[in-house]
C-alpha cells in the first residue's frame, strides 16, 4: 500500500468489501492491524480508554496464541476483533486452499479465547465475522470463499505508520489530511509503527474529537 486513500479502481477490484462507512454521519472507524503484541498493544489500549475511544483489531492468529492475556484485555475493555489470518499472509504468495485455511486457523483461535461473560457494550456499528487480508491484497479466488463467510473490511485512510519514510508528524498529518465522515483509519499494533504511534495517535484522537468525530466500531 503506497497511498493514503486507495484508487476507485482498488475499490473496484473488490466491490462487495466496506471500504468506507456512512458519509452523512460524523464518525470515524479506528482500525489496529497485526497485533496483539506487548510492545505495542498496552498502549494503544492506555491511550484509546484516555479518549474514550474504541477500535476494531484486526488481529494475528499466532498473536492470539503468544499473547492471550492481551488479547483478552482488548476484548475486556470493550474493543472488537476481526480475522487477518493466522500467520500474516499475503494472498498471492499462497495457494487459495493454504490461504483459507489459515484464515480459519485464525478464526479458532480468536473464538477459542473469547470471553465467557458478555463485554461491555460497543458503539453502534454494523457486526457479523470480520476479516482484513494482510497488504489490503486477495486473489480473486480467495475473495469470492471468504465473502460467504466475513464480512470484509478494507480501509478508507490508511496511515502509512508502519513506513521507514514516515516520521510521527508525517502520521499525523495523514490523518488531519485525509479523515472524514465514515472513514475506516488504519493503524497497525506493530514494532515498525509504535514509536511513531506514541506521539502521533494522541495528537490524532485529540484532532478529531476537536472536529466532532464519534468513534465507532464494527
Given at each position: 500500500?503506497?497511498?493514503?486513500?486507495?484508487?476507485?479502481?482498488?475499490?473496484?477490484?473488490?466491490?462487495?468489501?466496506?471500504?468506507?462507512?456512512?458519509?452523512?454521519?460524523?464518525?470515524?472507524?479506528?482500525?489496529?492491524?497485526?497485533?496483539?503484541?506487548?510492545?505495542?498493544?498496552?498502549?494503544?489500549?492506555?491511550?484509546?480508554?484516555?479518549?474514550?475511544?474504541?477500535?476494531?483489531?484486526?488481529?494475528?492468529?499466532?498473536?492470539?496464541?503468544?499473547?492471550?492475556?492481551?488479547?483478552?484485555?482488548?476484548?475486556?475493555?470493550?474493543?472488537?476483533?476481526?480475522?487477518?489470518?493466522?500467520?500474516?499472509?499475503?494472498?498471492?504468495?499462497?495457494?487459495?486452499?493454504?490461504?483459507?485455511?489459515?484464515?480459519?486457523?485464525?478464526?479458532?483461535?480468536?473464538?477459542?479465547?473469547?470471553?465467557?461473560?458478555?463485554?461491555?457494550?460497543?458503539?453502534?456499528?454494523?457486526?457479523?465475522?470480520?476479516?482484513?487480508?494482510?497488504?489490503?491484497?486477495?486473489?480473486?479466488?480467495?475473495?469470492?470463499?471468504?465473502?460467504?463467510?466475513?464480512?470484509?473490511?478494507?480501509?478508507?485512510?490508511?496511515?502509512?505508520?508502519?513506513?521507514?519514510?514516515l516520521t510521527a508528524d508525517d502520521v499525523f498529518e495523514n490523518v488531519r489530511r485525509y479523515a472524514?465522515?465514515?472513514?475506516?483509519?488504519?493503524?497497525?499494533?506493530?514494532?515498525?509503527?509504535?514509536?511513531?504511534?506514541?506521539?502521533?495517535?494522541?495528537?490524532?484522537?485529540?484532532?478529531?474529537?476537536?472536529?466532532?468525530?464519534?468513534?465507532?466500531?464494527?
Amino acid at each position: 500500500m503506497i497511498i493514503e486513500q486507495p484508487a476507485k479502481w482498488l475499490r473496484w477490484l473488490y466491490p462487495h468489501a466496506t471500504w468506507r462507512m456512512d458519509p452523512s454521519e460524523r464518525a470515524v472507524y479506528l482500525t489496529f492491524d497485526d497485533g496483539p503484541i506487548p510492545e505495542s498493544t498496552p498502549f494503544l489500549l492506555e491511550t484509546l480508554r484516555r479518549y474514550g475511544a474504541r477500535a476494531t483489531f484486526f488481529v494475528v492468529g499466532d498473536n492470539v496464541r503468544k499473547h492471550p492475556d492481551l488479547y483478552q484485555q482488548l476484548l475486556a475493555e470493550g474493543h472488537s476483533v476481526g480475522n487477518h489470518t493466522y500467520h500474516h499472509l499475503g494472498s498471492f504468495k499462497h495457494w487459495t486452499a493454504t490461504y483459507i485455511i489459515d484464515t480459519f486457523k485464525c478464526q479458532q483461535a480468536i473464538e477459542k479465547l473469547a470471553p465467557t461473560q458478555p463485554t461491555p457494550p460497543l458503539p453502534r456499528g454494523e457486526g457479523g465475522l470480520l476479516f482484513r487480508p494482510p497488504h489490503g491484497w486477495l486473489r480473486h479466488s480467495v475473495y469470492y470463499w471468504l465473502s460467504k463467510e466475513f464480512r470484509i473490511v478494507m480501509w478508507d485512510l490508511v496511515t502509512r505508520d508502519y513506513s521507514k519514510w514516515l516520521t510521527a508528524d508525517d502520521v499525523f498529518e495523514n490523518v488531519r489530511r485525509y479523515a472524514r465522515n465514515g472513514s475506516i483509519i488504519t493503524f497497525h499494533d506493530s514494532l515498525k509503527s509504535i514509536d511513531k504511534l506514541r506521539t502521533a495517535l494522541p495528537r490524532s484522537l485529540e484532532w478529531l474529537k476537536e472536529q466532532g468525530y464519534e468513534f465507532r466500531t464494527f
